[in-house]
């Protein structure tokens, strides 16, 4: 599907997210013939560049991260011709102004009926200024569709998102904000709502009578990168759990929508939301939730600097980057199961897996005099591996009565010619279209904070919890126990 033409306003267009997502996304999208040819995308930053300028940090940052190659002549200058630059102050009404002008002009070269799409590739504190500027330099006033797209984090607790929220709605729609979260982007985690309601044989399942509990891992190897300013003011829990955790708790917890339609599915999700089970005490917070930082280590050759060596990070810094939770969806059909969700920087691989394991006591009931049975399990790959696999019991070829775990597997990445579209190419085609189902909607964002204020609340009230693990390896002994104290285990990651 084309989406209707639009001019595309790229605020922060000279940052690292223009360059590694933004830019290959469009282009990636034009290739596929899913941008209308009617399309001027207008780069904003306060530096000056000129057009040439940017179209060749465009050229660049194309050939280095899109999967796709600029390497056609007579498409890259059909696709490049529609990028201008315009050095813009922000907090300048002016500026607005005369992009007001130019915009006019793109719109009558190239044939656009008045839509404008606004990216934010900006930090939160500016998204309130810049739509009031929008507004006020005349921005809003054209006949087509007007729609913000924003980058995460959408505040820093409750009351900073609610502030924001009520910045944003004196001047757009909750239908014309697109909160952006790339998990919902990615195509596994899409993928989630196919597998479990396009089957007859995991909706009768999935449920307190056959599932012990779920299990959500997003490891990464990175350390903090350049972002410690961010992050040390940020920790785990807002940065992954607030956000990509919550998102893809609900897409496994949902109910059916009554259709597969946007406000259907983030209703379904948000009752999720609201379902989760608060923790009623600071004492509550520590023993169901783990938090740790990482210290230096050994991976490979590579001597890796602890969390508080990092650049921009506090050196008596207490914010994790490390969380583990066990969490209740306290609904008719999840009480009682629990929910363990983890994420850390600086653990052994990178990998984003939800894990569903079933019950087994009927089985290992019958098999009792035998050996004890593995549980059945179902394993959603997110990324960088895409696919699911199940975990059945068989009899061991050649054995007696030897029973022993098999897997069924469905390797989306393994099959040729597959080429799966980055999660921003995926966001930003929906935006263009006007569809909002995975975006994440206010309801949704104000509960996910309301749960993880009650965490932060108890952190801040006494750091003595945090816990030690060296990079390189899978976090605090504490997350261990977690489940352990429930007869559970992590399942290993792939
Ligand atoms: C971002 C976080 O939202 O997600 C980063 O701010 C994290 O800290 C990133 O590294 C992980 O995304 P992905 O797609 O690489 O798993």
């Not at 102004?97 to 839509?115: M, W």
């Not at 590579?302 to 209740?328: M, N, W």
């Not at 179902?378 to 895409?386: C, G, Y």
């Not at 189902?437 to 204020?453: G, Q």
Request: with cysteine; hydrophobic share 35%; charged share 25%.
């Amino acid at each position: 599907v084309t989406s209707t033409g639009a001019v595309y306003y790229l605020f922060g267009a000279t940052g690292d997210l223009a360059r590694r997502k933004l830019f290959p996304a469009l282009y990636s999208l034009y290739k596929e013939g899913k941008l209308s040819n009617n399309f001027a995308v207008v780069g904003l930053a306060r530096r000056p560049r000129s057009n040439e300028q940017f179209r060749s940090d465009l050229y660049e940052s194309i050939n280095e991260f899109c999967r796709y190659k600029a390497d056609d002549e007579e498409l890259w200058n059909a696709f490049a011709q529609h990028f201008v630059y315009m050095s813009l102050d922000i907090n300048n009404v002016d500026g607005f102004r005369e992009l007001n002008t130019l915009s006019c002009e793109l719109e009558e070269r190239f044939d656009i009926p008045g839509n404008r799409l606004f990216y934010l590739a900006l930090a939160p504190s500016l998204f309130g200024p810049v739509s009031f500027n929008l507004r006020d330099g005349g921005m809003l006033e054209t006949k087509g569709w007007h729609r913000l797209v924003i980058e995460k984090p959408f505040g820093y607790d409750l009351p900073s998102a609610q502030q924001l929220n009520e910045q944003l709605n004196q001047v757009f729609k909750e239908e014309e904000i697109f909160r952006i979260d790339h998990y919902l982007g990615k195509e596994m985690v899409q993928n989630i709502e196919v597998i479990r309601f396009a089957n007859g044989f995991f909706e009768p399942l999935w449920n307190n009578n056959h599932i012990a509990n779920v299990q959500i891992t997003l490891s990464e190897t990175v350390g903090v990168e350049e972002r410690g300013g961010y992050y040390d003011k940020s920790g785990a829990l807002r940065d992954m759990g607030q956000n990509h955790m919550l998102q893809m708790l609900t897409m496994i917890a949902m109910e059916p929508p009554s259709r597969l339609h946007g406000e259907d599915i983030r209703d379904e999700k948000v009752k999720v939301l609201r379902s989760l089970r608060g923790y009623s005490s600071s004492e509550e917070v520590r023993s169901n939730v783990v938090r740790g930082q990482y210290t230096s280590g050994q991976v490979g050759e590579k001597e890796l600097p602890g969390y508080r060596q990092e650049d921009s990070v506090d050196e008596q810094s207490t914010t994790e980057t490390y969380f583990a939770a066990k969490v209740f969806v306290d609904n008719f059909r999840w009480a009682g199961v629990p929910f363990y969700i983890r994420t850390g920087k600086r653990l052994p691989v990178k990998t984003t897996e939800v894990v569903v394991e079933f019950k087994s006591e009927a089985q290992n009931v019958l098999f009792a005099q035998r050996q004890k049975l593995a549980p059945n399990l179902l394993v959603i790959r997110v990324n960088p591996m895409e696919g699911i696999y199940i975990k059945i019991n068989a009899k061991k070829p050649g054995s007696d009565n030897e029973v022993q775990p098999v897997s069924m597997e469905f390797c989306q990445s393994c099959q040729i010619g597959i080429n799966t579209p980055e999660a921003y190419e995926r966001l930003i085609h929906d935006a263009a279209r006007g569809d909002s189902t995975y975006f994440t909607r206010w309801d949704e964002v104000s509960h996910a904070w309301a749960f993880v204020d009650g965490i932060a609340k108890a952190w801040q009230e006494d750091s003595s919890d945090l816990e030690f693990y060296s990079a390189g390896s899978w976090g605090p002994e504490a997350a261990v126990k977690l489940l352990d104290n429930d007869g559970f285990h992590w399942w290993p990651v792939n």
